[in-house]
């Protein structure tokens, strides 16, 4: 099986940073792509920015410019640094991976439990 360990959400102010990681754990040949999306109470998940294992990224627009995402293969982990934080980026941020268990195996989909981003104004 497969593991996804979210870390780094928490309460900051407007205009405050946060950092948060995902690591990816177990049987895992490949990652093709990691990313982050975020729920907000009572709207739909929505992305916030994904990255190909090139290093290709694309950013949700309401972020661009002030969030970052990256990557470390080796570790299986991916981040994401956001600065300029507003109250609207308040919500629940998932992490997910499409990754291959196997070289010629299916993709599979795997979703972080969650961790909360909470910005007071």
């Known amino acids: 099986q497969v593991q996804l360990v979210e870390s780094g959400g928490g309460l900051v102010q407007t205009g405050g940073s946060l950092r948060l990681s995902c690591a990816a754990s177990?049987?895992?040949?490949?990652?093709?792509?990691m990313g982050w999306y975020r729920q907000a109470p009572g709207k739909q998940r929505e992305l916030v920015a994904t990255?190909?294992?090139?290093?290709?990224?694309n950013y949700a627009g309401s972020v661009k410019g002030r969030f970052t995402i990256s990557r470390d293969n080796a570790k299986n982990t991916v981040y994401l640094q956001m600065n300029s934080l507003k109250p609207e980026d308040t919500a629940i941020y998932y992490c997910?991976?499409?990754?291959?268990?196997?070289?010629?195996?299916?993709?599979?989909?795997?979703w972080g439990q969650g961790t909360q981003v909470t910005v007071s104004s």
């Open positions: 177990g049987s895992i040949f490949m990652i093709n792509s």
């Open positions: 990255i190909t294992s090139g290093g290709s990224t």
């Open positions: 997910k991976t499409v990754l291959q268990r196997t070289p010629m195996g299916l993709e599979y989909v795997y």
